[in-house]
């Protein structure tokens, strides 16, 4: 009689130090707290000659002078401990996993593991957000000051998004007729299993969200990136700035770093973080599914550049789920999901908008190339109303966004030889598509697809939510 697997099962490699020894996780610490002195004041400097942080008068002038002075000073007396701290930690990286797992604690319990056919379906909810929490002087560039309280409110708006669905234990609806739906909400989705940030850059705010999300959702997936000298040479400060946080137990992780990037990205380890969850228990197999979290390359007109990345993310999330799946385990869905920083509606997004991702995987906002459902809607906010009363408050702002004055208004525009949709949509940046195993016992569908205005006032992003009802067809 074959053996029933543990629940919640053991994280296997997963392990919550990124290097294998103590005493290189502790000379790690040591290397980042000789560099914070430097750091922090080179941050600083940087937000004071920000563009939207220059008021143009003299006053400003005076005290920007003096603030400046003071900061060059700070930043000359860390230089003799920044510079031994960053010889260490650019040495340390060679040990270095290419990010941080923090498991859930001790008190943690799952959701029940799904058993079909005794439960038929199960639905599970998946949100996708791009926060701009980078380090405060660069966050400034993008008019989002204040990096470590946005971090703290974007905490306490996901733990709204955390309480358990109205509709059970399996979280599903009754089935309607129909294609699935869009909608619009102020709110973030209730019972929300698997959630995948973007923009986590600075390590400070990743630990407040972690200390948030972990004791009240589970595993955390964070401070991912390959750092230091990279083949090429490249020298990468930044990691990738993703962050996943399950529901479930996570099983496998792994990432993988893109091997070109220019300009504002250049310095940032961006790549495909992979990670394997279980869900349940089949005929004494395990039931798994697969998330794969992505950023792409930021400037708009590199779409090349952009489709050799999805190009290479497609290859290593086939090779990853290869890697993980072991013959007998039934797998209920695969999810690509984050910002891709190319839309469906400019003529300059044509190479990314015709890639073969959208056959592998499928966009249910999406009915074809620059055509888009009517229900779906543009993610990028306007940065140069992001401080309006009405774009910092999540309900005035969903209000705003369903009438098509208000998108205008608050939704960045289309790139260079844009297609405006009638009724205008805006651009939609942020994705969440899946596809399931054709040969397998499980089929996902669509149930609905939410655009949030929850993080309004705190990120230039709408979030993005998608819930898969996932089912043994009879």
């Known amino acids: 009689m074959q053996s029933q697997p543990d629940w919640p099962p053991e994280p296997g490699t997963l392990r919550p130090s990124p290097f294998p020894h103590p005493v290189l996780h502790a000379l790690h610490g040591l290397a980042r707290v000789l560099l914070f002195p430097a ?16 008021p143009r008068c003299q006053t400003w002038l005076s005290a920007a002078a003096g603030a400046g002075a003071a900061l060059l000073l700070l930043l000359l007396v860390g230089l003799p401990l920044a510079l031994p701290g960053l010889l260490l930690w650019l040495l340390l990286q060679a040990w270095r996993r290419p990010f941080c797992y923090q ?117 955390v997936l964070y401070d991912v990136g390959t750092f230091g000298l990279q083949p090429g040479p490249h020298l990468k400060l930044l990691g990738s700035g993703l962050l996943l946080a399950s529901r479930y137990p996570l099983l496998r992780a792994a990432f993988r770093s893109f091997p070109h990037a220019r300009r504002e990205d250049a310095l940032a380890s961006k790549g495909l973080l992979s990670a394997q969850a279980q869900l ?44 993980s799946r072991q013959s007998d385990e039934a797998v209920a869905f ?37 055509r888009e459902q009517p229900w779906a809607l543009g993610t990028i906010l306007s940065t140069s109303t992001l401080h309006h009363s009405v774009a910092c408050s999540p309900e005035m702002l969903r209000r705003a ?58 990120t230039d992003h709408l979030a993005v939510g998608l819930r898969l009802r996932v089912s043994m067809p009879p």
Request: contains cysteine; aromatic residues 8%; neutral net charge.
């Open 39 to 54: 750091y922090w004041a080179l941050d600083q400097l940087l937000g004071c000659w920000a563009p939207m942080a220059r």
């Open 103 to 219: 498991p859930p604690p001790q008190c943690w319990a799952p959701p029940t593991p799904w058993r079909p056919p005794a439960e038929p379906t199960r639905c599970f909810s998946f949100l996708s957000a791009n926060l701009c929490l980078l380090p405060d002087g660069l966050a400034r560039f993008s008019n989002l000051p204040h990096s470590q309280r946005r971090a703290e409110a974007v905490g306490a708006v996901l733990l709204t998004g955390l309480r358990p669905s109205r509709y059970g234990a399996t979280g599903c609806r009754p089935p309607g007729p129909g294609a699935p739906c869009g909608v619009l909400i102020a709110t973030v989705p209730a019972g929300l299993d698997f959630v995948c940030l973007q923009e986590v850059f600075d390590l400070r705010t990743a630990r407040r969200l972690v200390s948030c999300l972990a004791p009240n959702m589970g595993p």
């Open 280 to 323: 349940g228990i089949l005929d004494g197999r395990r039931i798994v599914g697969f998330l794969h979290c992505t950023h792409l390359h930021a400037p708009s007109e590199d779409g090349p550049l952009r489709c050799k990345q999805l190009t290479l993310l497609l290859d290593w999330a086939e090779q990853f789920e290869a890697e």
């Open 334 to 370: 695969s999810v690509l999901l984050g910002d891709l920083n190319f839309d469906n509606c400019s003529l300059d997004h044509a190479q990314e908008q015709e890639h073969q991702l959208f056959s592998r995987f499928r966009d249910p906002c999406r009915l074809g190339t620059r």
């Open 401 to 458: 966004l369903e009438q098509e004055e208000g998108r205008h208004r608050y939704l960045a525009g289309p790139a260079r030889g844009g297609h405006q949709a009638k009724p205008w949509q805006g651009r939609r940046l942020d994705y969440i598509t899946y596809r399931g195993m054709p040969t397998g016992p499980l089929s996902p569908e669509v149930e609905q697809v939410t655009f949030s205005t929850a993080f309004a006032g705190l």
